[in-house]
């Protein structure tokens, strides 16, 4: 239910810098937006009124609490952002645009398909490719430099096709890697544009993205066709979608809708998860006491074998490492929402039809929540740390009934890459190399992250947890 009435006179707005009309803080804000929203929250507090964007008002809400309150005790207040609408150039009516009983039926179809136990059947899979592309790195000449970020986004990008629809000839992922840079060039330029010129206006850019979209629509619905004409079908996340039936509804996905959910897992399931990682490498590269720590547990649980789906609850410290870099560098570092109705947030007046930002850069980085907030520090992430912070001070995956379904691939899958790699190689960052971070669809690294590999030699001599206990003993 809408809550139907607040308290809170329609005077009370939040504080906010002075603004342009139409287009209110926008320039100053795209110049450097992490620079700007952190600065904002900090001199304006908890929600700021950011002016106009378009017809709507922008706010940023950065308060745990208020975070909690729009993601999950009012969400029904709520709907994606209308800015985030441009996202249907690619993704047509899939998941993460749907709204009411439609978003409802097709999230109760598609969840089992990222259920725990179907994610760890993709364990060896997601392994094999982490092997091959280690396998290539022991090809590469001596310290010549690699860009880990472009690395990253390969190797998620192989494991996403493969597990999603059995993908795996180096043609059709380098042609999808194609017409996804487009997109992505396509998304970011559009995402916070206040005037945006349709798609039949014949710019370089519109027609790029165009005819990159149709070729992804042709390789989508033939794969499709192909299915649907085919009994011996490959064990995929796509045969789970084209199973999945609503016994409520008593229907599954049509051809549209299978087309548009796998658009929907293709955009949001790899880029982020490569983003994620490249910074982890980095942040592992310049804290050698974290990176020790990292190797004497993957020496300790692993002692030089491959990762299983077992292994990973031991693998603690990990996924200590991957949250700790979540919160310096969240994937997705903004999101929106827009009420339905007038509402009260933090005591102030919102008007209906305003734009939020909700930002994970940002509520990741309040000193009221974190101790020297710029620190790299996984020992955050102990469960007691955990409990005892407010549970909305860190959402990289959202929160709320629009959580991340894709969440535990994306965790499984960055655990092995860490664990993988770690146990082979350090990386080292190429002195002089610029390291920036950009704000775009996802929170990139602006010029990449070059770095240097270097073999470890030990892991070999380590002795294997049961024979560590018994020494101990
Ligand atoms: C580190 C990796 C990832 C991060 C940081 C991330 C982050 C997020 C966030 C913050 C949301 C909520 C957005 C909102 O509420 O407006 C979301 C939603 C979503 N994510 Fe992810 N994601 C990641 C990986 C994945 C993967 C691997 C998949 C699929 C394989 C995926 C598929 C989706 C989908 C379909 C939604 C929409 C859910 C809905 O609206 O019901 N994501 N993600």
């Not at 607040?6 to 009309?21: C, E, H, L, Q, W």
């Not at 690699?146 to 192989?158: E, G, P, V």
């Not at 990159?212 to 042709?218: E, F, I, R």
């Not at 740390?385 to 691939?409: D, K, S, T």
């Amino acid at each position: 239910m809408v809550k139907q009435s607040i308290s809170v006179d329609p005077r009370k707005t939040p504080p906010g810098p002075r603004g342009y009309p139409l287009i209110g803080n926008l320039p100053k804000m795209l110049q450097n937006p992490l620079q700007f929203l952190t600065d904002v929250a900090q001199k304006y507090g908890e929600v700021v009124n950011l002016g106009a964007m378009g017809s709507q008002q922008l706010y940023l809400v950065t308060h745990p609490d208020s975070v909690k309150y729009i993601l999950h005790e009012n969400n029904h207040n709520y709907v994606k952002g209308q800015n985030f609408q441009i996202i249907k150039q690619i993704i047509g009516e899939g998941l993460a645009v749907k709204e009411g009983d439609s978003w409802r039926r097709e999230r109760r179809l598609m969840q089992p398909t990222f259920h725990r136990q179907r994610v760890g059947a993709l364990v060896n899979l997601m392994n094999e490719s982490i092997a091959q592309m280690l396998q290539n790195w022991g090809n590469i000449e001596s310290g010549k430099p690699l860009d880990i970020f472009a690395q990253m986004m390969n190797l998620t990008q192989t494991i996403l096709l493969k597990s999603l629809l059995s993908i795996d000839s180096h043609e059709q992922i380098h042609e999808m890697n194609q017409v996804w840079d487009t997109a992505y060039e396509y998304l970011s330029s559009q995402l916070w544009a206040v005037f945006r010129l349709p798609l039949w206006v014949p710019t370089p850019k519109n027609r790029r993205f165009v005819r990159s979209m149709t070729k992804l629509d042709n390789i989508v619905y033939r794969i499709i066709r192909e299915r649907r004409s085919c009994d011996n079908t490959p064990d995929d996340l796509l045969s789970m979608l084209m199973d999945a039936y609503d016994s409520e509804s008593g229907s599954g996905l049509t051809d549209e809708q299978l087309r548009d959910e796998i658009m929907t897992i293709f955009t949001g399931g790899f880029e982020t998860s490569a983003a994620v990682l490249a910074w982890t490498w980095y942040l592992l590269s310049q804290h050698p006491e974290i990176e020790g720590k990292l190797h004497e547990e993957l020496d300790c649980v692993l002692g030089g074998r491959t990762p299983t789906l077992e292994d990973l609850p031991n693998l603690q410290y990990t996924k200590m490492v991957l949250s700790e870099s979540m919160r310096l560098y969240p994937g997705a570092w903004v999101f929106t929402r827009t009420n339905l109705q007038a509402d009260e947030i933090g005591g102030y007046y919102i008007p209906a039809n305003s734009l939020i930002m909700l930002s994970p850069y940002v509520t990741h980085r309040l000193s009221a929540f974190w101790e020297n907030p710029q620190d790299f520090n996984p020992e955050r992430f102990t469960r007691e740390e955990v409990a005892a912070r407010p549970r909305y001070a860190y959402y990289p995956f959202g929160g709320g009934q629009r959580q991340c379904i894709g969440e535990i691939f994306a965790m499984t899958e960055m655990q092995l890459v860490i664990a993988m790699v770690a146990q082979q190689y350090r990386l080292h960052l190429m002195p002089g190399h610029p390291v920036e971070e950009e704000p775009m669809f996802t929170l990139r690294p602006r010029y990449g992250i070059q770095m240097t590999l270097d073999a470890r030699s030990s892991i070999n001599n380590v002795p294997l947890l049961d024979e560590r206990k018994a020494l101990s003993t």
